[in-house]
């Protein structure tokens, strides 16, 4: 072997050695866990004394400790099989979580909730009051209008809650506004809220008429409500100007 031949293999392994020299002392970077909440508000802001935060960390403690105990088979019934997990012990984790200002884990209790019976309706809407609070507008707007779809039409709570979450995060869609507020009267029947609703969108509308017409119903419906009977006149003043 020549002396230029032997250069080269020299300097190609004090390059090699160089590299893995570099490889070993350069502190090795870590790979930042994946965190599927990034970006949302995960904590609720509350205030509580230290007797009512014990409570219900106790009593979370409890629930999850029955749930672990169904999922590690230690619930059985007295033939000796599996009994059917409560449900409802993901929807009082979930309560209890919620109170405690933690919607993390309040969502997840709720989601492992709807996976065993999506048909609660209940659970779908405090699923999308937790996900409104998270600011996870558009699956809180899906887990709202499910509760609707699930209940065949839903509670005035439920159907007020998808409007106002309409009304707040979605500019444009006056036009489904009024359609859940007319299938809000459809299926639940006049209500004040309902009524007085109507009343600000057609007045929002430059109907007048129509808005007076349903302040009127309101009125009627509540008639020792002063603030409903205060919004009217102001209606009424505004459109005879």
Known sequence: ????????????????ALIALVAITQ?????????KYEGLVTIREIEMDDETRKLLLGRIAE??????????GEGLDEEGNAEELDLDLYLSLASDYYLMGDLVNAREAL???LDGNPMHF?????????????????NAKFAFKKAID?????TEEVIRDYILLLEKYYPGSDDEVFEMLEFGVKT?????????????WYFEHDDCQRSEAHYKVAIALSPANESIQQDYQTVKRLCAE
């Open 122 to 138: 209940g659970a779908w809407n405090s699923y999308g009051e937790v996900l409104r609070l998270m600011e996870d507008y558009d």
């Open 188 to 200: 639940r029947g006049q209500t004040p809220w309902l009524m007085v609703k109507l009343a600000e």
């Open 111 to 113: 989601e492992k909730q």
């Open 150 to 154: 699930v209940s065949n039409g839903g």
């Open 27 to 35: 502190p090795k970077q870590e790979i930042e866990p994946f965190n």
């Open 1 to 16: 072997m020549n002396s230029s031949n032997k250069r080269i293999i020299i300097a190609v392994l004090v390059v090699a």
């Open 63 to 72: 629930t999850q400790a029955q749930i672990d105990a169904h999922l590690n």
